[in-house]
């Protein structure tokens, strides 16, 4: 696996000033990252949940974000779905967040999943993503959703209406990415190095 960057400090779930933050950070890919899901499952709580918002951010496919801002304001979603750009300072912005929601349908290893998760988010992945899924122990440091915007509504509303659970999910999430710190990860690689020499 890659190495994940310990964060110092762990996200204050519950305490954020409204509105509450949903997080998604990756590049704009509709065959891979697939952010719409998360988007479509958004439009079906925003009512039910008017204190919360989407966060996303990141570059890519223009012509995909193009077409997830043409549903965002088809639903009157704009002040509730904003589609952020980039930053070097991402680190900030899963510390103001609730919850991470990644639907990718595959990745080699999610670098971002990883980061969110040590900094104390939960997490709602989808099932279709071994990578993905394979950092959650499902119920644990987050849930695992059918990849369609139906699904993700369903898992995402239960983080929402419970704070307490978030909360626990996410010390979860941090605890379990202490065995993808640098120092585990290049620990790894240094004892494979030596046992290769030997042969």
Known sequence: PN????????VDIGHHTKPVTILNV????KKQKRQMLLVQAFALLAEEFPDWQVKIWGGGEESYKHEIERFIQSHHLENR????????KIKEEY???????????FEGFPNALGEA???GLPTVVCSDCPACVDLITKGIEGVVSAPSADAIAEKLKILMKNTEIRMQMGQKAHER???????????????????????
């Open 3 to 10: 190495a994940i960057e310990q964060s110092e400090h762990l």
């Open 26 to 29: 990756a590049r704009f890919n």
């Open 81 to 88: 779905i904003l589609i952020m750009g980039r930053t070097k």
């Open 95 to 105: 510390l103001r967040a609730d919850i991470f929601c990644f639907p990718s349908r």
């Open 117 to 119: 998760m040590t900094a």
């Open 177 to 199: 990415m202490i065995d993808f710190s640098p120092e585990a990860i290049w620990n790894q690689w240094e004892n494979l190095i030596i046992s290769v020499g030997k042969q």
